[in-house]
């Protein structure tokens, strides 16, 4: 007997697959393309990973930050530890967090500063359960769910 | 021959770790998730699995972006725990199976599963993490591992179904190995949780309970659930929970639950814990 679930599927085309990601709101997924333009700086967090690494960096961060290839906006993001401008320019937060354990923050604390609560909220939110999967599925979803309502409060 | 008798899955959050280095398992915060891990421990010192086959994710931390396998295999003698940026975690080193490895490694290639091959790393949290949540603080770990790290971190991470067939691949390599051997599977990471961006801290408890339904089952319908769907539903890390793929797919089509536990919140994460015991069936006549 054929079960039809273990029937060779098609493949997934690479460029549907990867379109799917820009329509989650408030995620940055790493791709291949953000992990190509992030490379550097992932490289360097990873870097943090040895004392003798950290201690140079803490003594002067613009003079270990200019041993990369890294742009300036990306020094300047790094510099000013703005993780969402980080992963905008491909960091990922896994290197990232070689970062925030050389600055002593926990990752839930370091999480936060992503997000629209300090973390003292931040902290209260998951305690309570975590941001709901509600609203936070799809930013067509939200557009169109949005229209609705628009064109319901113009009657 | 050697057996897959049992396959366990959990979360492997890194303040867990934190907790048990720091003897805070029992507190208001943390009581509660070790509370669901009791049964289970008490369960693998009756159980004594001789090696247990660990997959997990590498946190950049043996793994840099220099190299990303999909799929590797650790066949070395044993892996130190690494410094993640704080210093390693004060829990003995890993003491692989070099044989039982580059046994699954050969097998596992023949059956078209091109694997890497690690012959030396650092395990993190990721592998840590599990083996204190199930065997506690001892003075060595009571079983041998078998790491097998899978890339769930640079897209496109294995599709659910690739991961699910290795399962299934590593169960006839299991069988095909001479040496009487009693080997659990787990498959760690997850449950719902996002670490990125400003829907940080999404979780979904529905959704990962129906997951958990959806391993118990005598069939293998989670296997087909798209990449986009655990990005969407369980947040931007939720996707690790294809991992547990790989240790559904190794049990057969049908399980027994002998434990199951769910929690929220630790730290960032929704806490997933699951134990299932593979049920022989019976051939139907020709």
Same mark, same amino acid.
């Given at each position: 007997?054929?079960? =039809? ?26 791709? =291949? ?14 870097? #943090?990973?040895? =004392? ?43 290197? #990232? ?59 | ?39 289970? +421990?008490? *369960? ?57 490895? *580059? ?58 179904? +690739?991961?699910?067939?290795? !399962? ?83 049990? !057969? +089509? ?5 434990? +199951? ?26």
């Amino acid at each position: 007997m054929t079960d =039809a679930r273990n029937l060779p599927r098609p493949t997934q085309n690479i460029h549907e697959y990867l379109a799917e990601f820009d329509d989650i709101p408030g995620t940055r997924v790493y791709t =291949a393309a953000r992990a190509r333009k992030g490379y550097h700086i992932n490289q360097f967090a990873m870097s #943090l990973m040895k =004392a003798e690494n950290r201690e140079r960096f803490k003594a002067d961060e613009k003079a270990y930050l200019d041993e990369w290839d890294i742009s300036d906006e990306g020094k300047a993001a790094l510099l000013a530890r703005d993780y969402n401008k980080l992963l905008d320019l491909g960091g990922n937060v896994y290197f #990232l967090a070689k970062l925030f354990s050389t600055d002593g923050l926990s990752f839930a604390e370091a999480v936060s500063t992503m997000t629209e609560y300090t973390f003292p909220e931040y902290r209260e939110m998951m305690l309570r359960g975590g941001r709901s999967p509600e609203g936070n599925r799809s930013i067509k979803a939200n557009r169109a769910a949005a229209g609705a309502a628009d064109s319901k409060g113009a009657h | 021959m050697a057996r897959i008798t049992a396959g366990v899955a959990s979360s492997h959050v890194p303040l867990l770790g934190v907790a048990v280095d720091q003897g805070k398992t029992r507190d208001d915060y943390f009581g509660p998730i070790f509370a669901g891990y009791d049964w289970t +421990r008490e *369960w693998e010192k009756r159980e004594k699995p001789d090696v247990v086959i660990l997959v997990y994710n590498d946190h950049a931390s043996a793994f840099d972006m220099k190299i990303v396998p999909t799929f590797a295999i650790g066949c070395g003698e044993r892996y130190k725990s690494a410094d993640e940026g704080w210093g390693p975690r004060p829990v003995p080193d890993v003491i692989g199976d070099p044989d039982l490895a *580059w046994h699954i490694a050969q097998s596992l290639i023949l059956d078209e599963f091109d694997m890497t091959i690690i012959n030396e790393m650092d395990v993190d949290h990721g592998l840590t993490v599990p083996l204190s949540m199930m065997f506690g603080q001892p003075e060595a770990w009571p079983c041998k591992v078998v790491p097998l790290a899978v890339n769930v971190v640079t897209y496109p991470v294995p599709s659910g179904n +690739r991961c699910w067939a290795l !399962g299934e691949a590593i169960r006839r390599a299991v069988e095909s190995y001479p040496e009487d051997l009693n080997v659990q599977i787990w498959g760690t990471g997850g449950m719902s949780h996002q670490l990125q961006g400003p829907r940080a801290g999404l979780l979904n408890r529905e959704w990962d309970n129906k997951f958990l339904d959806m391993l118990e089952a005598d069939n293998d319908d989670a296997r087909w659930i798209p990449h986009i769907e655990y990005l969407r539903e369980t947040g931007s890390e939720g996707i690790e929970m294809v991992m547990w793929l790989i240790m559904r797919g190794a049990l !057969g +089509r049908k399980v027994k639950t002998v434990h +199951r536990h769910y929690h929220i919140p630790c730290s960032n994460t929704a806490i997933g814990h699951i134990v299932l015991e593979p049920v022989e069936e019976e051939t139907a006549p020709a």
